[in-house]
Nanobody
Framework: QVQLKESGGGLVQTGGSLRLSCAVSGRSFSVYSMGWFRQPLGKERQFVGAIDWTGERTYYTDSVKGRFTISRDNDQNMAYLQMNNLEPEDTAVYYC???????????????????WGQGTLVTVSS
């Protein structure tokens, strides 16, 4: 059974950086598309960014473009979300997600992802 586990969340000041990691169990990670989402307290889950199975194509929501970067290491079964110049509005629980259809593009909708991690809290203080 494939499992996802995020790590790297924490408390950071405005303008700071964090790197979130997503460890994926199983042997087929290299063909999965991966996404990062976030859910502020009391709000719906929001798309942050996604990466296709090759790692060559990424896509971000407008509010994080130029600040966040998604990458993956298919040899280590890891996906990453590098977050720079953090703002209080970035405070949320962050989730990684996997679309297990082989060799797919990136996806931006919650509905496209069947597998989710438990989330990691990112708090940005002003």
């Amino acid at each position: 059974q494939v499992q996802l586990k995020e790590s790297g969340g924490g408390l950071v000041q405005t303008g700071g950086s964090l790197r979130l990691s997503c460890a994926v169990s199983g042997r087929s990670f290299s063909v999965y598309s991966m996404g990062w989402f976030r859910q502020p307290l009391g709000k719906e889950r929001q798309f942050v960014g996604a990466i296709d199975w090759t790692g060559e194509r990424t896509y971000y929501t407008d509010s994080v473009k130029g600040r966040f970067t998604i990458s993956r290491d298919n040899d280590q079964n890891m996906a990453y979300l590098q977050m720079n110049n953090l703002e209080p509005e970035d405070t949320a629980v962050y989730y990684c997600a996997a679309n297990t259809a082989a060799n797919g593009p990136y996806y931006t909708s919650v509905a496209n992802y069947a597998l989710w991690g438990q989330g990691t809290l990112v708090t940005v203080s002003s």
